[in-house]
């Protein structure tokens, strides 16, 4: 009976002691995004400059900023290849994410509207043209990028497998529609490879031949997990619907006048 009570005594003591150094928060988000693109041609290469921004719901701020820029590069008509700079700026890390035990627990995101980063990314989509699909106008696009962050040095991998249909009339392109899903791959933090992953959809309209506009909508699920003194896990959600303008100018006929 003693031994039993002992028992007993034991696993309510480790049951406390979990309770009160394991948590889970979840959160989910509903975010506008807006972009203005130049992805240019110069022969084989295709100079690219972004200005982004995010208005995010939970905060009701515009949180995050980024300004890129590179280039692609055609090594073949199947392959891309592209090396680009990014500043960034609201950007949240998992070391962003506080807790504070309670009663009441308490937990919130530091303001990071003001923090700098600096990446380097490097780029490869090799693309596929399906002709055997109904409709013959089918492309199979896979996007793999690698991510170093100079600020923080974390490295992360993103891979986009998708499909896109492309509307023709008159031989020339109208409307592309794509259908893609995110895999990001912590490479050297956290404790979750995949660490986040969601499906991605875009239709891009060709108003001229240097205009294009976008709509974009996607769903992204994050799990973040860190023990320091007790364990913490944090379950994202954010939905997000964007317009983008892309000019897209040919400057090798520059060259041929």
Request: proline letters at 5%; a positive charge; zero cysteines.
């Amino acid at each position: 009976m003693i031994k039993r009570n002992i028992l007993t005594m034991i696993f309510l003591a480790t049951a406390a002691i979990f309770s009160i150094s394991a948590w889970t928060y979840s959160e989910t988000s509903f975010d506008i995004e807006g972009r203005i693109a130049m992805v240019a041609q110069a022969g084989r290469f295709n100079p690219y400059i972004e200005l982004k921004g995010q208005y995010h719901s939970l905060e009701n701020q515009l949180r995050y900023t980024s300004l890129s820029a590179g280039s692609y590069f055609s090594i073949v008509p199947w392959l891309k290849i592209g090396a680009f700079y990014r500043m960034q700026m609201g950007a949240r890390d998992l070391e962003d994410w506080q807790f504070e035990a309670g009663p009441p627990d308490r937990h919130w995101w530091l303001d990071t509207r003001g923090q700098i980063e600096h990446l380097f990314y490097f780029d490869a989509t090799p693309r596929f043209h399906l002709s055997w699909l109904p409709g013959r106008n089918w492309v199979f696009p896979t996007k793999i990028r690698y991510y170093y962050n100079v600020s923080n040095r974390h490295h992360s991998l993103l891979i986009r497998p998708g499909l896109t249909y492309v509307f023709m009339t008159d031989r020339e392109p109208l409307l592309n529609l794509s259908f893609n899903y995110n895999l990001y791959f912590a490479l050297n933090t956290g404790d979750i490879p995949l660490y986040s992953h969601g499906p991605y959809l875009s239709v891009i309209g060709h108003v001229y031949d240097w205009l294009k506009l976008e709509g974009k909508a996607s769903y992204r699920y994050a799990t973040y997990f860190k023990e320091d003194g007790g364990s913490w896990t944090l379950n994202s959600s954010q939905i997000t619907v964007g317009l983008g303008v892309i000019f897209t100018p040919d400057f090798s006929l520059l060259r041929k006048k």
